[in-house]
């Protein structure tokens, strides 16, 4: 019995005036009360201990649901990551695809170039025989010519010397006309060949990248092809004095690459680095005075966290910031006239993109550095 209800009964026991009845009645009902009061500690009990274990499994729940939900997130994740992955990849896919089509295309235009100019190289090479022929032919008839000579010995010059009647003056002046063509099919056939070489390049080129990736020096070819760029600069019709700065860093080895395309990158954000020295300078479009300007050119290589970096700084003009965001844009070109086609920009970015890497733009007056990042 509970031990305030013992109490009660043990002192109702001890007091004589209370009828035997109504003490009955009196424990009895205490002993009810005892009773419902063991119930209900029972319930109270029973209660507490469905109560700790709702607890429970509510907070394994939660922790299930939260594990869960994780799960979700890492789940998501990966999709969001394999779908940016296969972007990636077609972006990659769509700018090989294009650079494929344009070296075919090159490829074409070259093989048209080059029938026509096989012609020019063999019919000159045949020509200079038969200008040698004609050459030894009237040696022979002038009687001034011994069997034993080269045919390079009957010049005009040396028929002269060696002629001295009236008919051998009308032989000097055939060879004097000889002279002259045998001097412009010289320069026929050297030029000609020097374009023969170029279609060769062109050929080789547009074949030559087969879009697989192989591991390249990337220093000897950026300073090949920056090189390369400043020559071709000095031999146009606007050349400028350029400082070119080549700040490679050496630990930066191979990367992968496919070499014939990367190569056009370099040429071509170098190019346009010297139209931008070159307008400021006054040799280019815009004509503005030079003062004491003086075009530099910096290249730099880094690596940076697992990637390579780089640079290409010019002190040229700056590009305005309304056309920051248009010139990587296919055929936008800021060049006046038949001087640009605004590929240029647009293939350069392509190309990096199909290497997997990103190319950055920033500039202010009086400097552009155009920033290309490579996942190594």
Known sequence: MNTHLQDILDILEQIESIPE???????????????????????????????????????ETIEELEQKRQAVEESNEALQKSLKDLEDAQDQLIQQEKLASLGQLTAGIAHEIKNPLN????????????????????????????????????????ERRRGVSVEA????????????????????HKHGSRADSIVKSMLQHSRGSDGKMEPTPLNPLIKEFVNLA???????????????????????????????DFSRVVLNLVNNAFDAMGERQGTGRKGQGAGR????????????????VIEIEDNGLGIPDEMKDKILQPFFTTKKGTQGTGLGLSITNDIIKAHGGSLDVQSQPGKTLFMITLAV
């Open 119 to 158: 012609f020019v190289n063999n019919f000159s090479e045949l020509s200079l025989e038969l200008v040698e022929e004609i050459r030894e032919e009237i040696r022979q008839r002038t009687e001034d010519g011994g069997p034993g000579r080269s045919p390079l010995e009957g010049s005009a010059e040396a």
């Open 293 to 308: 300007y003086e075009p530099k050119l910096t290249v730099r290589t880094k690596s940076d966290n697992g990637a390579v």
């Open 21 to 59: 009845e109504q003490k009955a009645a009196i424990i009895k009902s205490l002993k009810q009360a005892d009773k419902e009061l063991i119930i209900t500690a029972f319930k109270l009990d029973r209660t507490e201990k469905v109560k700790r274990t709702t607890a429970i499994l509510l907070e």
């Open 169 to 188: 003056q009308d032989t000097s002046l055939i060879l004097d006309i000889l002279d002259d063509i045998e001097a412009n099919l010289k320069t026929i």
């Open 230 to 260: 400043f020559h071709g600069m000095r031999a146009g019709n606007d050349a400028i004095n350029v400082e070119i700065d080549l700040q490679l860093d050496e630990s930066v080895g191979e990367v992968p690459l496919v070499a014939e």
